[in-house]
């Protein structure tokens, strides 16, 4: 258990649904990120925020956004669902990104 | 813009058959360059963090060089258990980490 725990582990959805992923950061880190690995495709970075202001943007589509609550707990809600959505979604945290970042084992989402 | 390539994609090794992996960075504003291992399914797991040119840092088998425009992951005398998806990713000007596509290690008995 690398202490971020993401929910759920497995999702299975239509296109044109919307979907939430949940992700709790390990204790003491401040910042999330999120990320999207697709199949056969590295680890695409989405978004980062730090003790709830989003401090960073990657490739992040206008259908995806984020936020991160007060206790530090972070949401990445994905609206009008295609079938290239379908992927893993990584988030990871870390205190201060010079010190490492700890991954979460990821939501696998299913577009169908 | 930043770019980040691994070579090779796939390295099959016999059990005890030493070899080198490759990861070659442009990065603006590099801050640190991390080495991860990810098993099938699961979330990229940490191995090290490099931060200067002519740094190394050892784990077990595994070795992690530095030097202006590479990093190299040095695994001595495999065993079985090695086999994974090994994924370099420097940190860029924003904090994030940029990944590259990683080089799928098989280590056969």
């Known amino acids: 258990d690398s202490g971020v725990t993401q929910t759920p582990k497995h999702l299975i959805t239509a296109t044109g649904q919307r979907v939430t992923l949940r992700c709790s950061p390990r204790?003491?880190?401040?910042?999330v990120y999120w990320y999207q690995q697709s199949l056969d495709q590295g680890l695409q970075f989405l978004i980062q925020y730090y003790n709830g202001e989003e401090r960073a943007k990657g490739n992040i589509l206008e259908r995806f956004s984020a936020q991160q609550f007060p206790d530090l707990h972070s949401e990445l809600n994905l609206s009008s669902l295609e079938l290239g959505d379908s992927a893993l979604y990584f988030c990871?945290?870390?205190?201060?990104?010079?010190?490492?970042?700890?991954f979460g084992s990821g939501t696998r989402l299913t577009v169908v | 813009e930043d770019q980040v390539t691994q070579s090779p994609e796939a390295l099959r090794l016999q059990e005890g058959e030493s070899s080198s992996l490759n990861c070659s960075y442009t990065v603006s504003g590099l801050r640190g360059l991390f080495w991860y291992r990810q098993d099938p399914g699961k979330g990229p797991e940490f191995l090290f963090t490099?931060?200067?040119a002519g740094e190394e840092k050892e784990k077990e088998r595994l070795k992690a060089t530095l030097t202006k425009k590479e990093s190299f992951l040095h695994i001595t005398a495999p065993k079985p258990e090695d086999s994974a998806t090994y994924l370099c990713a420097p940190g860029g000007s924003q904090g994030n980490l940029i990944f590259g596509k990683g080089t799928k290690l098989s280590v056969k008995p």
């Open positions: 204790s003491g880190d401040l910042s």
């Open positions: 990871a945290s870390s205190l201060s990104g010079a010190y490492g970042y700890t």
């Open positions: 490099l931060y200067s």
